[in-house]
């Protein structure tokens, strides 16, 4: 069999993100699979450029990208207590593309952020928004890195145990579930 298409989504543009370093340590716990970043440099969504030029092409890319992916890590950072902009503007393009990418796609969301709650609202928010897409969403504690600035090494790897083994927890789920 093939190696499974893993699919990781940053709700952070900023290169040097905690949630950019936090995917790249899920999908190693993932273990062997094909993964693609997807890019979220995505026009702000606007009805009225969607009814002008239809979908944006980096918007088709994405979408296809979801469509093609056996699962999906979406990191969500936490912006002012709630999800950030960039991950809403990603999920509100893919709503507006016909077929529905995320019906039953397997999904884990976890977060990382500064603050002493690791994301946990910015996550909660993200797993309501894809509640409605009717997505996998496979359960299990919540991997939510606190205190962020502390947790990653200067190579970008997880410095604590605790959160290694929660997030390849989380990762051995997610595979198990593509597995079926």
């Not at 790249?24 to 970043?37: K, L, N, R």
């Not at 500064?114 to 496979?138: D, K, P, Y």
Request: glycine fraction near 8%.
């Amino acid at each position: 069999m093939a190696e499974p298409k893993l699919l990781t989504i940053s709700g952070s543009l900023r290169k040097g993100s905690y949630n950019r370093m936090l995917l790249s340590e899920a999908a190693a716990a993932f273990g062997p699979a094909e993964v693609t970043e997807a890019d979220l440099h995505l026009p702000l969504y606007d009805g009225d450029l969607e009814q002008a030029e239809g979908v944006p092409a980096k918007v088709a890319v994405l979408t296809e990208q979801i469509r093609e992916a056996d699962a999906i890590v979406i990191a969500s950072p936490e912006y002012n207590k709630g999800i950030s902009g960039v991950l809403k503007n990603a999920l509100d393009w893919v709503s507006r593309v016909p077929g529905n990418v995320l019906s039953q796609k397997p999904i884990v969301v976890v977060s990382a952020a500064a603050g002493r709650t690791g994301g946990e609202v910015a996550q909660f928010m993200t797993l309501s928004c894809l509640a409605s897409f009717q997505a996998c969403i496979i359960p299990g504690p919540g991997v939510l890195v606190a205190g962020a600035g502390n947790e990653f090494d200067d190579s970008g790897k997880l410095t604590s145990e605790s959160y290694r083994k929660a997030l390849a927890a989380r990762m051995e789920m997610l595979r198990k579930e593509v597995s079926k």
